[in-house]
């Protein structure tokens, strides 16, 4: 028997002794892995995959065949997601398992209140089948009978003018019904023209027969989905409208709980808004020191009027947010608070708001492109002073790195490059950290004077009333005007300002807990930096580097991972996160407008 290669041997034990080492060195790329991804990154990845698949298929969403084929989708997932291991998984896989399951249950849900309205709204749309019955066949390119589709559509256009007459004789709809009615006219409007734009000038009798019904039903489909979402603007008989005219759906108590147990903020409605009173009295007892220390004793809304009209002279804005953004960058590093990317630096860019838009957002939008607000000559005279008044310097030094640095330009920079899977897309997350900056700022000594600590409080002001005034409207217990009277006496907006505020507020389609998420996300954030950091466990920099690392998700799942927390498989949002600030003095109290 030949006897082995000395060098094979000598290869063989040198091996064997390193294997400790190689284990430890396999172990540790292993556990750096997790940095990118998770046990269930697979699943979630997967599932964002055939959801974009199947809407874009299915692109008609206000369809029984839409809502029937993503609850197969969704249960399909959940039943795949009960098949994976969880007490084997570390904190960072477990609170993506228990995120991806609850948002399938509520995407169910959703769907099942899709079905619901859909029966109620079936009435208004009686040929709807009609048109999903040309778009089906379309999806393959089958062969079609112009003439036929022509029939088609003339039927249509009756039932039409039929329905769009019956609609008008209505007083009114339901607000989710309108929306409801709208939207899926809207997308028989659409599954038309896919049928239009694929088959017109390509078949003979298509292009022969259709065009000119087609246009007539087209223009029709146009005029009846404005005409839904109108009637769901239109106060019901039971409904009263005050003088503000806007029309909103309180959506009462129980509901308000659900949304918030789904976004895990363990607190009832009537204890976040005796938080936001408490943060409030902070506001009044700060204000009242600023006004003081300018010379308008307790008369702060003088001391307000002085600092609303420090804005700057035309054309001067772009330069002198420029000049604030320089500001907070510096301060930032100058405090070593975040490690900020050169190319998120480099990137961001301004882009000036339309006279239009500002009618309806008279303040600075943000995020990669900083959006600014501010008057062009073509509008009135009383928009240029409400908007450059509203833009002033003192305000902007608590808005300008709200929107970008280390706010929403940072956020969306960092979510596209850690963790891109795992956007759970919460606006306590992102309202909120936004908002825990402009805390955090302000206990560092960003304000330089007075005048700028005002401009501060003026927003922080601003966050606490939102969550008074609308959490009361969906109680039942505030009316529009009173909400806008309330931020225009506890806040100091101009009016036309406020009634803006209130009506997107409630008119408007988003959550009627976005407004509640800036300043309850931004406590929630600054309760954890007190946490981590308070405790010497992580330094400032070591805390928002981690956070801005795991994506955006609810806040309370951010400590659970930050603190190694192992979730059991039928966890429930528990973490009681508020405490409330010193209150040496006595101060006014933001209660309901009616104990005025």
Known sequence: MKLPDINFLKIFFLLLCCYPALSTTIQAQDKSLYVQTSDVHHLMVQLRADEGSLNRFYFMKNTPEYTARFQQLYNDYLQQLSNLDYEDMNAGSRVDYLLTKRD?????????????????????????????????????????????????????????????????????????????????????????????????????????????????????????????????????????????????????????????????????????????????????????????????????????????????????QPEAMLDLYNQSVEFLKQKDLITIPPIAEETWRMQMMSPERQLINPFFLGGETFIISYPTHTMAHEDKLMSMRGNNPHFSRATVHHELIAGHHLQGFMNNRYKEYRNFRTPFWTEGWALYWEMLLWDQGFP???????????????????????????????TP??????????????????????????????????????????????????????????????????????????????????????????????????????SPEKSRKATSIKSR
């Open 104 to 316: 399938l249950e509520n995407k169910l849900r959703l769907l099942n209140t899709a079905a619901d309205e859909y029966k109620q709204i079936s009435k208004w749309v009686p040929f709807a089948e009609k048109i999903y019955a040309l778009e089906k066949p379309r999806r393959r390119g089958l062969n079609v009978n112009g003439q036929q589709i022509a029939a088609e559509l003339n039927s249509i256009e009756k039932e039409l003018i039929a329905s769009k007459a019956a609609l008008e004789n209505q007083e009114s709809l339901n607000r989710d019904l309108g929306f409801r009615l709208q939207g899926t006219v809207e997308d028989l409007q659409e599954g038309l023209k896919s049928v239009y734009t694929f088959y017109n000038q390509y078949e003979p009798s298509f292009t022969w027969w259709v065009p000119e019904p087609y246009k007539r039903v087209d223009t029709l489909l146009t005029a009846y989905a404005a005409l839904a979402e109108a009637k769901g603007r239109v106060p019901g008989k039971n409904q009263k409208i005050d003088e503000s005219g806007i029309v909103g759906s309180p959506i009462g108590r129980e509901e308000l709980i659900r949304q918030l147990e789904y976004e895990m903020i363990p607190y009832t409605p009537e204890e976040l808004i005796e938080i936001a009173n408490k943060e409030f009295a902070w506001c009044d007892r700060e204000m009242l020191k600023a006004s003081r220390e300018l010379g308008f004793g307790d008369d702060w809304h003088q001391a307000l009027e002085k600092v609303k009209n420090s804005y700057v002279p035309e054309g001067q």
């Open 481 to 582: 005007q009173e909400s806008i009277d309330f931020l225009v006496d506890r806040v100091g907006h101009e009016r036309a300002n406020a009634e803006g505020e209130v009506r997107r507020s409630f008119e408007g389609r988003y959550s009627p807990l976005y407004q509640v998420a800036y300043m309850m996300g931004g406590l929630q954030f600054y309760a954890l930096q007190k946490e981590l950091v308070g405790s010497g466990k992580m330094t400032n920099k070591q805390f928002h580097d981690a956070v801005m690392q795991q994506n955006s998700l609810p806040v309370e799942m951010v400590r659970a991972i930050l603190t190694d927390q192992q979730l059991p498989e039928n966890y429930e949002t528990s973490w009681k996160f508020y405490n409330a600030p010193a």
């Open 448 to 478: 330089r004077s007075a005048e700028d600590r005002i401009g501060m409080l003026f927003w922080r002001m601003h966050r606490c009333a939102r969550i008074i005034f609308s959490l009361n409207y969906h109680l039942g217990k505030w």
